[in-house]
Structures are given as structure tokens and as C-alpha cells.
């Protein structure tokens, strides 16, 4: 049974194909875009509208434990916005709540309002992978994965320590595959060690011995993982927070883990936090030009943003010695973190971004910087590393920023001006993003860098996510509320109205590794953690809907 | 001749095997219906192991046997006994706008019945 | 699954490898349990402890109706439409229960509850629910169960009795459990126990701390103030029964281990200063980082309590206490809370999964739901099953149901049941109501609060 669609007279933003503003017809057929469909199908006449991929996001934090202990943390986030459940008789939805960290039915459905159709929970100890599994069964519509965090993996540690690359490679094959995940990421790699170990000290350099590892550094960890994540064809490369996340001076530890990888692909995330100049310990400055430079001459650094947004906010990292430093900074006493066996450690803070804090007015005009500097939005994409540096629901003023140079100044004009003398001046300045240039990093860049064939364009074969916008003067609301949105083909949002529910899938890897391998984790996982290694891999049932995205060599 | 005293339920291995089994058979019946009572306190209120004793709470009344535990044990004054529906007789409603009835901290009345 | 069950086809006796027993917070998933298939019983649990082989050995599917109604026995389908009619016909209905069930049922529940706009609430409540409310003020340093068996050179176990009420507890985690910087298992911790009585769980400990009853925050303050360097009166030793040498003493260790853990049970959540006591020793923890690495962390007593906290709060963003009468979630505990919600006599219908609050609640609150129709699920009969409307004979979760619980330390776990039966699971009773009253509620005229035709005769 086909069910098709046409979409007619809308202007199509689709950069993957070339196609900047031209007006096409879209036809779609069993939740896929087509090249044509029978000429009596149904139509959504887009006539005076903008047409695009849904979005996707590369990286925020919306399920799994650390998510959940933010909610729990925070009723106060929660009751001043609540998101009811609509009238029954019309569409059976959740009701939920929201605020920085919406419980997972709000995170789905305002994903979906926003006309985003997928996105990536950054950062998940493999251990807890059903936690987040499980709440991804319920975050409705949207599509999404997860990274599993690798950077501080004790049985890692044990291998690289000893040279033995091989068994890596599978080691890691073996954790992707038990874990349903996407990709492996790095957060302030060698950091746990001395955090867990050794009275909460932490790692600043790149060549830093690591605690109880002769042989360890945050450089060796970060080249081994890259190495292993290309020898394995993943279609994400490894996405790494830098050490030294958040302290002035830091952007050096950036531009050297950036060059520590030889040219091999690696994804740089909210490197905004990671563009600091200054001493430690003394308030941070720009060095967002430096950062941009390195990016716009090589190609094989991605990275997203990170953008900072005034407000509320919840800091919530794998980074925990980060989450401690903040303590000093914020005015909420309550701090949480947050071990987990043999991977990883987290930290979490309520935290509020304010125009006349010099530091937080910087972070802002850094991240609008990097967004103004980068020549190439294929590789500098938007996000908040929400909601750290902000909700992913400001997604659309933070896009009205980047469009509207007027919206800007005035914004410019009000914040902390110390911070902004800092910021260079120039043309780039002036710069408005296009259209296209919108498309470019809120769904075609993420989609490309992600490796998701079938995401972030229009042409035959993708997904038929998409997202239909009223063409409007004023960006912030033509993003937040678009008139049609399609997810797989079924309209979820008809003429602003949430008509429909849906379930996404989940995407994930699933890499090709020597069984042999489980004979060397099996003991270790036996010894060190307090589950069987037998009831550790997650069973298929926790994905009921997915999509095996294939790797290079599949 | 009353006493006034603390009653701390808690919960004990007997009672959870008692429930296992059945909350209607003797076991849990048994687990659920002893308090533990300082021997000292036993002495001089002239109380045997296996005595009857009635405990009485601003909430209710429930009757109960007793067995003794050595001072460094149980301090005098402290009564200890595992939950179940004797203890809900004997607990306040009053949770303090937070949900939970003070549950561990019970002044109770003790009598002897015999 | 299938690689850890190996059918030994002659006698028709199964082994279950790596299952996991749900009787208490320790959540043990290394059960390897001999199945007679026949016989429909589990005739060795090897690893379980005392309560493990309890659970498993007892476990014997009563011949009970699917359901009863008023006490006489129905079919689930009958059972299942008067559930229907009492939660679309009430008008402020109060879930409750959830600590042993599966999160599976427990996400069903929660959608009931929503869409019938009533309350729900778990047993979190009577339990570490106060901790939970600590945790919205302070926040708190937590950890897995085996970065502490792996780092924890100092365990302070306080206001709670492990050895009986998580009796594997030592031997798998914070005592005698071999780890990474802990070889020596007990030899290479500090072990101490703070409690107003001498409980089983003493004799572990190198130190013992007997605080004097309804003294612990006294005694928490004090210990925090000592952190911090400042000035306590020795006269502190008159409230607390605790000597301010022993205090210091104390102070001391605890700044100068590699990894601390501070253990509490509901010797402070349940007692007098209730929140205020788990907030005190989740600061001291968080105050402690100063100087090392600290972690305090509430001992949980229900196989899957956790679970209910878990998903709660992901689907509605709070952990317990959770009211839907507006048509989104509210909370407030003392306002939504079960007790709060019986004893007052605010709920005109309940349903109760998976607990037993008919033989544990007040007796205020038991007399109320008496008084009004109740719903409930549970594998064998209880003081709730008995005064209830319509009671429902489910599967246990565990040994005959799979599905997800949460360890208290948040690690989920994947159950491996053992024995079918001829039961519905907990998620299939509760998903069969929901599509029922979804289905009265989307063609109901009148308004609610037909159920007070449905009250008993009080
Ligand atoms: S400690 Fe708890 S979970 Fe482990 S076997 Fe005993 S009762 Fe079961
Ligand atoms: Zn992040």
C-alpha cells in the first residue's frame, strides 16, 4: 500500500543537490523521496513557502541518566513550562514538561514543531545505553542515536597502555555493536583518572602522563581513537570534547588536538568552549579567529558550535571536573556528580548565561564569531550543546542571529561591552547567513558529517523529513513555528497543528569485529564492574524501529 | 503501668521471607507482631519473653509480643519492631508536606497486658 | 537469551544462567537458577542469598482466578472492563505502587495515568522520597555500585541494616568485594557504621558510631561544620551521644581517603527531620570533594524502585508525587503523595501495581480505600487485593515476565525469566485498560464523576 504526497510551488532549499531556493515539486513515496509520483497524489500546496530537509542535530544531551538525574534535579525548570497533552479526541499525545531538560515526550514533540527530524544524544557511558535506549522509546517523532563515551575506558586504557591497537579496534567494534550507538566519543580524555583517583585533580596537557598509566596521555588516547574509528569505516569520525573544556587559554589544547590527528577525520564539538585565550584562571578572551582559521584550512576538521544563549541553562558534561570548576561560578548550590564504573564520570549544574557577565557575554559573541568567520558551514554547524549552552529550542533565534545583521547589533549593544571590544571587528561583522547557508548547517552539514546518506536533503531516496516554513521577515519566528512538517512521509504538523504522532527509529553502527574478542573483555568486565558480562550487550528489543547505518566497509 | 518510649519498625530478614511466603501465614504474622524491648526495660516493667505487651500511639492501639535485647543492642527506652500491619496502626498521617508518614520514630505507650 | 539457557532435555530441568533476583535494591544479576519445567518450580537459585532463595524457591504459581471482582472470581476481560469503567468514571484517581514491576509496565502505567488525568505515585515515597527532595536542594556526589567496590577505601554505612535488608550488599559492592584499588577486599577499607542501634549489619564494621535517637542531623551538622573547619561545642556530645573526639576522629578519615562512600538507608529519610537528614549527608559528601573524592548514596530496598523514580521523571520531569488534573504533570509531594492522597480521603479511586500498601500505609489512609473503588495487580494476594474492587492476578516479574529494572545506582539490567505462566504481565493487564478507557474516553459525553454511584456503602 503506497501512500504518496506531493508538495508543490514551495521554494526548495536543498544544498546536498544544489538546489538553493528554486521552486520544485517534492514527491514522496512509502516515507521516501521519489522522482515522481502518480499525477492524481494528494498535494501541500507550499506556494509563498520555504521547503527544507528537516533539521538535524549533531549534538545535544536529551536521554539517559545524566538527562534524567537534570530533571529530577530541577522541578523548578519544569514549572513554569509545563506542555499539556492535547484534546484526546483529536490525537492521543503525552502530556510532559520543559525547561531546559523537557522530559522526553516535550523533546520529541518540540523537535518535531521546530521542524527538526533527527538528532544525537552526545554523550553515553556504554554501560548505561538501555537507560538511554529506553527513553528514546519514548521520545516520539524524531529519529536519533547516541555516542558512547570512550575516552576514559579503563579496559582501553589497559590495551593502549600495552600497545595492543589490534585488540582496540575490536574492543571498540564489540562496545558499538553491544550498545546500539552511533559513533565513540572522547570527552576530556585521560580526565577521569585523576578526578576518581586521586582527590579530583584533572589532566590540562595533551602529553600529561595519566595517573597509574606510565605509558597513557590524552594525545595517545585521542590518536589511538582516531585511528580506530577510521580503520573501522564508522560513517561519524570520532567526536571529541578537548581537555580543557572552559579554561582561558584553552584554545592551544584545541588547535593541538586538532593537529594531533595527522590529517585524519575528527569532529571538534561546541568549540565554542574550547576558543579561549588568557591565562588560567584570569578571565578568558577571543581566540575565536585562530580557531577559524585552522578549521577553514583544513579540511578534514569538522566541528559544531556550541553556542552560548542567555538564559537558563543546565550544564550537564561527562566533563567532571568541568561541572566542579563551575560550582565556583554559579549561584545554584546544588551540584551533582556522577561515577560510572570503568567509563566514565559526569557533573551537572543549573546554570544561568547573563548579558552583563563579561565571561558569559564573551562566550556568546565568540560563538556568533566562529558562526561569521567559518567559509565553509559544511563544517562549523549549529548547535547549543543543548542544553549546556542553551535550549535547543533557541535554535531559531540563535538562526535569526546569524540572518539578521540589524537583530544583531541591537543584541550586540546590550550585552557586557568589555566583552565585546574583545571580539574583532571586520567585515565579517556584516555578514548575514543565507537561505542556504541555514539549510547548510542546521541539516545538510549535520547530516553529511553524521554520515546519514538519507538525512538532510531532498533528493530520491532520502527520508521524507521535511519542513516547510511561511516565508517571514523575522527568522526567529518563521524557524519556531513551521506550517507543515513530514516525518518519514506522515504529516505531523499540518498547517501549524501537531496532527499526527510517530515513532522514529534509532541509528546505529553496527561494525564487523573478531568474536575472539569478547575472551578478553568478558574477564575484565567479570572482575571490575558489578554486572555479568552476559547481561551487559543490549538485546535487540530495546530497538524496535532502526536503521543500521552501514560503515565504509559495509 | 504505661511507659513512654521510641518505636523504630525497620525491616528484618524473617519479614522478608515471611512475606515471601505469604502475607497470611504464620511466619510473617510471627515477624510482624514481635517487638524487641530492652532488657532492662523488660525487668523492671516485669516483662517475660513472649509477654503481651499493648502499644498506643496518638494514632492508634495494637497489641504485640516481646522479646528482649541486651543494652549495647538496643538502648532503654528504644523499641524495635518490623513492619507490617501492626505498624500501620500505630503511624501518623501527618507527613509534613513531603509524602512520608514519620515512620521510624514513633512515641508509643507501652503496657503490659498480662 | 538463548546462549546462557541450556535445556537438559532427559528430566526436563533447565538452567538459567546470569538471571537476576528482584527481591531487594542489590538487584543481583549472577543467579543461576536450576528450573524442574515440570514441575513448574525453580529448585536451585546458586548465589541468592537468604531472601534470593526465598523468592525463588517459594515461587509457586497459585491457582487464583485472573481476576476478582467484589471478591468473586472473573475473567480478565471482565476484570479489565471494570478497571476501564472505574478510572474513566473517576475523578481524581490515585495510582501507586511500581517498586516491583518492570519499567516496561511502569511507562504503561504512567501513560494510563495521563491520559485518565489522575496521580500517581510510587512506594519512593514512603522510602527515599525525602531524598529525593534533598537531592532538588543540594544535588548530591553519586556513583555506580562498582566504581565504589573498585576505589573505595572508606565505607560509612548509616541509618541502615544491609545485612538484613540488602544482604549481599558487603559481598558484592562496599565490603568484602574485590575491586581495582581494593585486592585486599576488607583489608584495604575502613568500614564504619552509624546507627541508634546495634544492628546485624555492626559486626562488619571497624567502627561503630551509636547515635542517640532522632539525633543524626545533629550529629550531620556537626560533622559539616568539623569539614569546614569551624568551631563545635563539646557539649554536642550531650544531643548526639556521640563524643566530639569521635566526631573528629571521624572528620579525619573522611578527609583523608582516596574515595569515600557514606551508605544511608531510611534511618534518615523515614525519621524526624526526614528531607533535612538526607540533605545533611548528601552536603557532607558534596562538601568532602574538597578535599577527595566523596560519594553519598541512599540504600534502596525494592528490587525495580529505582526504576519507578527513573521513568517517572523522564516522562513528566519529577521523580514521585506527580498529579495530571490539569492535563500535564504537577508535582508536590505531601499534596500528590499517596498517603497524603488516602489518608485525607482526596482520591475517589485507586490502583495499586505492585505493592502492598494495604498492609503498610496508615491506617487513616488503608480506612479510605476501604471506602472507594480500587484496582490492583499483583502476583499473590494481598491486605490491598483483598479490600479492593477489582484485584488482578499477574505474572511475577523476574521468573516469569523479562523487561528492564533499574539497580538502585541507576545500572539498568536486562531480567531473564525462567518459567512461563499462564498469567498476564503486569504491562499487558495495564496496557489492556488503557486501550479500554482510551476507547470510553474518546466517546464519552457525559462528565466525570459517575463513581460516586460506584462507592461502596461505607
Ligand atoms: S541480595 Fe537482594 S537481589 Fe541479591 S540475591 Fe539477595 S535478595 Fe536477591
Ligand atoms: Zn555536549
Redo the contacts between chains.
Keep these: 500500500m503506497g501512500s504518496t504526497l506531493r508538495i508543490v510551488n514551495g521554494r526548495v532549499y536543498d544544498p546536498a543537490n544544489d538546489v538553493d531556493g528554486k521552486t520544485r515539486d517534492i514527491c514522496i513515496k512509502d516515507g521516501k523521496i521519489v522522482k515522481s509520483v502518480p499525477p492524481k497524489t494528494k498535494c501541500i500546496d507550499a506556494k509563498g513557502m520555504v521547503v527544507m530537509p528537516g533539521g538535524v542535530d549533531i549534538h545535544c544531551h536529551i536521554?539517559g541518566?545524566k538527562?534524567?538525574i537534570a530533571?529530577?534535579?530541577?522541578?523548578d525548570?519544569?514549572?513554569r513550562d509545563?506542555?499539556?497533552?492535547l484534546d484526546?479526541?483529536k490525537v492521543?499525545t503525552?502530556?510532559?514538561?520543559g525547561?531546559t531538560?523537557?522530559?522526553?515526550?516535550t523533546t520529541g514533540y518540540r523537535y518535531a514543531t521546530m521542524g527538526y527530524t533527527t538528532a544525537m544524544e552526545a554523550a553515553v557511558p556504554p554501560?548505561?545505553a538501555?537507560?538511554t535506549l529506553?527513553?528514546f522509546?519514548?521520545t516520539p517523532v524524531i529519529d536519533k542515536g547516541f555516542y558512547i563515551l570512550m575516552g576514559n575506558n579503563?579496559l582501553l586504557y589497559q590495551m593502549l597502555q600495552e600497545g595492543r591497537h589490534e585488540e582496540i579496534r575490536n574492543a571498540v567494534a564489540w562496545w558499538l555493536n553491544a550498545t546500539k550507538s552511533y559513533t565513540t566519543k572522547l570527552v576530556n580524555p585521560g580526565g577521569d583518572e585523576p578526578?576518581?583517583?586521586?582527590?579530583?585533580a584533572t589532566i590540562t596537557q595533551l602529553n600529561d602522563k595519566i595517573d597509574g598509566y606510565e605509558q597513557l596521555t590524552p594525545r595517545k588516547i585521542i590518536t589511538s581513537m582516531v585511528n580506530t574509528v577510521e580503520d573501522l569505516g564508522l560513517p561519524h569520525p570520532v567526536h571529541i570534547h578537548c581537555n580543557n573544556l572552559g579554561h582561558s587559554g584553552n584554545y592551544k589544547t584545541t588547535l593541538e588536538t586538532m593537529k594531533a590527528t595527522g590529517g585524519r577525520r575528527i569532529h571538534i564539538t561546541h568549540i565554542q568552549f574550547h576558543s579561549y585565550g588568557g591565562k588560567p584562571n584570569e578571565n578568558p578572551t577571543s581566540k575565536a579567529p585562530q580557531i577559524a582559521e585552522y578549521i577553514n584550512n583544513n579540511s578534514n576538521i569538522t566541528a559544531d558550535v556550541g553556542q552560548v544563549m542567555f538564559g537558563r541553562s543546565t550544564s550537564m558534561t561527562a566533563d567532571a571536573p568541568l561541572a566542579?570548576m563551575l560550582t565556583r561560578y554559579s549561584n545554584d548550590?546544588?551540584?551533582?556528580?556522577?561515577?560510572?564504573?570503568?567509563e566514565s564520570g559526569c557533573g551537572?549544574?543549573p546554570f544561568a548565561y547573563q548579558e552583563q557577565v563579561y565571561t558569559h557575554a564573551l562566550q556568546w559573541a565568540i560563538g556568533l564569531e566562529l558562526f561569521l568567520l567559518s567559509k565553509d558551514p559544511w563544517r562549523m554547524v549549529l548547535s547549543t550543546d543543548h542544553p549546556n549552552g542553551g535550549t535547543f529550542t533557541s535554535y531559531p533565534r540563535l538562526i535569526r542571529t546569524l540572518m539578521d545583521r540589524e537583530f544583531r547589533k541591537q543584541q550586540m549593544d546590550s550585552v557586557n561591552q568589555k566583552a565585546v571590544a574583545k571580539i574583532k571587528r571586520g567585515h565579517h561583522m556584516e555578514r548575514e547567513y543565507t537561505l542556504q547557508e541555514i539549510a547548510i548547517v542546521t541539516r545538510a552539514g549535520p547530516a553529511r558529517i553524521l554520515g546519514l546518506k538519507n538525512k538532510g536533503h531532498l533528493g530520491p531516496g532520502a527520508d521524507a523529513d521535511i519542513t516547510i516554513y511561511d516565508e517571514h521577515e523575522d527568522k526567529e519566528l518563521m524557524f519556531s513555528a513551521p506550517r507543515y512538517v513530514l516525518k518519514s512521509g506522515h504529516l505531523i504538523i499540518d498547517n501549524h497543528e501537531f496532527r499526527n504522532n510517530h515513532e522514529g527509529k534509532i541509528l546505529h553502527v553496527a561494525p564487523g569485529y573478531d568474536e575472539g574478542i569478547k575472551d578478553v573483555i568478558r574477564p575484565f568486565v567479570e572482575?571490575?564492574?558489578?554486572?555479568?558480562f552476559?547481561?551487559y550487550a543490549?538485546?535487540d528489543h530495546y530497538i524496535p524501529r532502526h536503521e543500521v547505518v552501514p560503515t565504509a566497509k559495509q | 503501668m504505661a511507659e513512654t518510649m521510641i518505636l523504630i519498625p525497620g525491616r528484618t530478614t524473617k519479614q522478608g521471607v515471611g512475606l515471601l511466603e505469604s502475607k497470611f501465614k504464620k511466619q510473617y504474622r510471627d515477624a510482624t507482631t514481635t517487638v524487641e524491648i530492652n532488657v532492662e526495660d523488660m525487668a523492671r516493667l516485669g516483662l517475660k519473653d513472649g509477654c503481651k505487651v499493648k502499644l498506643r500511639s496518638a494514632n492508634g492501639v495494637t497489641t504485640v509480643k516481646c522479646t528482649g535485647r541486651k543494652t549495647e543492642d538496643l538502648p532503654p527506652g528504644v523499641l524495635f519492631i518490623a513492619y507490617g500491619p501492626p505498624t500501620s496502626k500505630l503511624m501518623g498521617t501527618d507527613t509534613g508536606a513531603s509524602g512520608m508518614p514519620l515512620s521510624k520514630h514513633l512515641e508509643v505507650e507501652l503496657e503490659s497486658v498480662n | 537469551?538463548g546462549?546462557?539457557t541450556k535445556a537438559k532435555s532427559e528430566a526436563n530441568i533447565k538452567t538459567v544462567?546470569?538471571a537476576?533476583c528482584t527481591f531487594c535494591g542489590c538487584l543481583c544479576?549472577?543467579m543461576v537458577l536450576t528450573v524442574d519445567m515440570d514441575a513448574k518450580k525453580i529448585t536451585k537459585a546458586k548465589n541468592a542469598c537468604v531472601l534470593g532463595k526465598a523468592l525463588f524457591l517459594s515461587h509457586e504459581e497459585e491457582d487464583r482466578p485472573f481476576a476478582l471482582i467484589d471478591g468473586k472470581p472473573a475473567t480478565l476481560k471482565e476484570g479489565v472492563e471494570e478497571a476501564a469503567q472505574i478510572l474513566a468514571n473517576a475523578r481524581f484517581p490515585m495510582f501507586y505502587g511500581m517498586s516491583d514491576t518492570t519499567?516496561e509496565a511502569q511507562?504503561q502505567n504512567v501513560?494510563l495515568v495521563?491520559?485518565v488525568g489522575g496521580t500517581i505515585d510510587s512506594t519512593t515515597s514512603v522510602c527515599h522520597g525525602p531524598t529525593?527532595m534533598a537531592?532538588?536542594?543540594?544535588?548530591?556526589?553519586?556513583?555506580?555500585?562498582?566504581?565504589i567496590?573498585?576505589?573505595a577505601d572508606l565505607v560509612i554505612y548509616w541509618g541502615g541494616n544491609p545485612a538484613e535488608s540488602l544482604p549481599r550488599h558487603f559481598a558484592?559492592?562496599a565490603v568484602t568485594a574485590?575491586?581495582?584499588?581494593t585486592p585486599n577486599r576488607k583489608k584495604d577499607r575502613t568500614i564504619v557504621n552509624v546507627d541508634v542501634r546495634r544492628t546485624k549489619s555492626v559486626p562488619v564494621a571497624d567502627i561503630f558510631i551509636q547515635v542517640k535517637i532522632g539525633a543524626d542531623f545533629e550529629l550531620l551538622w556537626a560533622l559539616r561544620a568539623l569539614v569546614k573547619g569551624r568551631h563545635v561545642d563539646p557539649n554536642i556530645e550531650k544531643r548526639t551521644g556521640v563524643s566530639l573526639e569521635t566526631m573528629k576522629d571521624l572528620v579525619e578519615r573522611m578527609k583523608n581517603c582516596?574515595?569515600g562512600v557514606l551508605f544511608f538507608g531510611m534511618g534518615l529519610s523515614m525519621t524526624r527531620g526526614r528531607h533535612f537528614n538526607s540533605a545533611a549527608i548528601l552536603s557532607l559528601a558534596?562538601d568532602l570533594?574538597e578535599?577527595?573524592?566523596f560519594?553519598a548514596t541512599p540504600m534502596r530496598g525494592h528490587g525495580n524502585v529505582a526504576g519507578a523514580?527513573?521513568?517517572v521523571?523522564?516522562?513528566?520531569?519529577?521523580?514521585f508525587g506527580v498529579n495530571?488534573s490539569?492535563?500535564?504533570?504537577?508535582?508536590n509531594p505531601g499534596e500528590f503523595t499517596a498517603t497524603d492522597m488516602f489518608a485525607r480521603g482526596d482520591a475517589d479511586a485507586g490502583l495499586i501495581l505492585a505493592s502492598d500498601p494495604g498492609s503498610n500505609f496508615t491506617q487513616a489512609a488503608i480506612d479510605h480505600m476501604k471506602k472507594i473503588p480500587m484496582i490492583v495487580l499483583d502476583p499473590k494476594l494481598t491486605h490491598t487485593a483483598k479490600l479492593a474492587r477489582v484485584a488482578f492476578t499477574t505474572s511475577h516479574y523476574g521468573i516469569n515476565t523479562g523487561g528492564?529494572a533499574?539497580r538502585s545506582d541507576?545500572?539498568?539490567?536486562?531480567l531473564r525469566p525462567c518459567l512461563d505462566s499462564k498469567y498476564p504481565s503486569d504491562e499487558e493487564v495495564i496496557r489492556a485498560i488503557y486501550k479500554r478507557v482510551?476507547q470510553l474516553?474518546?466517546t464519552r459525553k457525559k462528565t466525570k464523576g459517575a463513581n460516586n454511584k460506584r462507592r461502596k456503602a461505607a
Design positions: 536521554a541518566a538527562a534524567n530533571r529530577k534535579l530541577q522541578p525548570d519544569h514549572r509545563v506542555h499539556p497533552r484526546l479526541k492521543n503525552r502530556s510532559g514538561t525547561g531538560v523537557p522530559s522526553t515526550f554501560l548505561l538501555r537507560h529506553d527513553e522509546e519514548d579503563v578526578w576518581k583517583g586521586h582527590r579530583n566542579w548550590r546544588r551540584w551533582v556528580n556522577a561515577d560510572t564504573e570503568c551537572i549544574i572482575d571490575f564492574y558489578t554486572i555479568k552476559d547481561n543490549v538485546s | 537469551m546462549a546462557a544462567e546470569n537476576t544479576d549472577d519499567c511507562r501513560a495521563d491520559m529525593g537531592l532538588q536542594g543540594v544535588g548530591e556526589s553519586t556513583a555506580t555500585l562498582g566504581e567496590k573498585n576505589r558484592r559492592y574485590k575491586g581495582m584499588y582516596r574515595y558534596s570533594n578535599y577527595t573524592h560519594i523514580d527513573i521513568v521523571s523522564w516522562q513528566t520531569g519529577y521523580p495530571f490539569r492535563g500535564y504533570p504537577k508535582f528492564t533499574y541507576g545500572v539498568p539490567i536486562e482510551e474516553l474518546k
